[in-house]
């Protein structure tokens, strides 16, 4: 049997494959230089750059005095050594304990550290390091207490919380601090009380000092004139018929999605709303009629990131 050996030839750039099979390089001319780190920052943007990570998790957990928790059901404010207390954050849980025999006694302020200095015990078990500071808001943040006996409920551990502070920091110099009883509220925890405090976000840092956490989310209603009908974190300005610009108190990290839509039963289905431009700073919603001409409408939106 004849063996053929034949000969491609690709185009500029492309490969040749020679009469043994192999393939050689085409000239390609002169070869681009490798882009250094920098060149490749600016091409990948501040969107891309790696995401901001958990570097601590301070948590600090005060109970209430004896004499608090007797004037609410009359019972002992601290718990048992047995019992266990969690601090859920970033979709996991971490354990607030410094090892055996630690309990909340009554009047005290205990502080837990998870990451970096930490305090715990079982730190590798607890740490937050590889969760990111996006994961802080976007799962639920509480405090869970889990009470000593919990098979025979009439016999479980209570425990009476007074305040509970949580301040989560990033590697990047960001800060978020959240709160929970910031008040005169105390809360007894157990059977009769329940299990789970869950936490409001408060103030933080971002890269420089004295700057509040930069929102994930910013919604409210808007009424046909300007006027800010409910929601929080934004202001109102008309600039013409059915054009309104929506600025945000504090900008975003990044630019949010947004998302409008008429409201209210006196306007037609065929009545719209539609954002026309958004960034980090502010969105302008414009509004029209049936017939699609600008006119100012009643209109509610979502920002998020």
């Known amino acids: 049997m004849a063996l053929l050996a034949f000969t491609f030839i690709a185009g500029p750039g492309g490969r040749r494959r020679s009469s043994t099979g192999l ?16 060149e490749i920052e ?3 943007g501040e969107d891309d750059r790696m995401p901001e990570m958990i570097r601590r998790v301070t948590t600090r957990i005060q109970t209430a005095t ?34 055996p025999g630690y309990y ?3 009047g005290s302020t205990l502080s837990f550290v998870f990451g970096a200095d930490t305090n715990v015990m079982a730190p590798a078990a607890n740490d937050p390091s590889h969760r990111t500071m996006a994961a802080v808001h976007s799962y639920p943040l509480y405090i869970r207490f889990v009470p000593w006996s919990i098979a025979d409920e009439a016999h479980e551990d209570e425990w009476c919380l007074e305040r509970v502070e949580v301040i989560v920091e990033g590697d990047q ?23 789970m405090l869950y936490l409001q976000p408060g103030t933080g840092t971002g890269a ?17 004139s300007g ?15 059915g054009t309104f610009t929506i600025t945000f108190d504090t900008p975003f990290p990044k630019r949010p999605a947004v998302v409008a839509s008429i409201f209210k039963r006196t306007w037609w289905m065929q009545d719209n709303a539609h954002v026309a431009e958004a960034d980090a700073t502010h969105a302008v919603i414009i509004t029209g009629d049936a017939q699609g001409n600008l006119a100012p409408r009643d209109f509610q939106f979502i920002a998020t990131t």
């Open 208 to 224: 420089g000092a004295g700057h509040e956490t930069r929102p994930t989310t910013v919604s409210g209603s808007v009424s046909e």
């Open 173 to 195: 110099g960001s800060k978020v601090v959240f709160t929970g009883l910031d008040g005169p509220e105390r809360l007894f925890m157990g059977p009769d009380g329940g299990y």
């Open 23 to 38: 393939d050689e390089l085409a000239d390609t001319g002169p070869v681009e230089p490798v882009k250094q780190p920098a």
């Open 42 to 44: 600016r091409l990948w």
């Open 66 to 99: 004896q004499e608090a928790a007797n004037t609410i059901v009359g019972r002992f404010a601290r718990t048992v050594a047995t019992s266990r207390v969690f601090l859920g954050l970033a979709g996991r849980e971490f354990r607030c304990s410094y090892g």
């Open 227 to 241: 006027q800010r009908i409910d929601g929080s974190g934004f202001t109102v300005a008309t600039s013409g018929p």
């Open 104 to 106: 909340f006694e009554a």
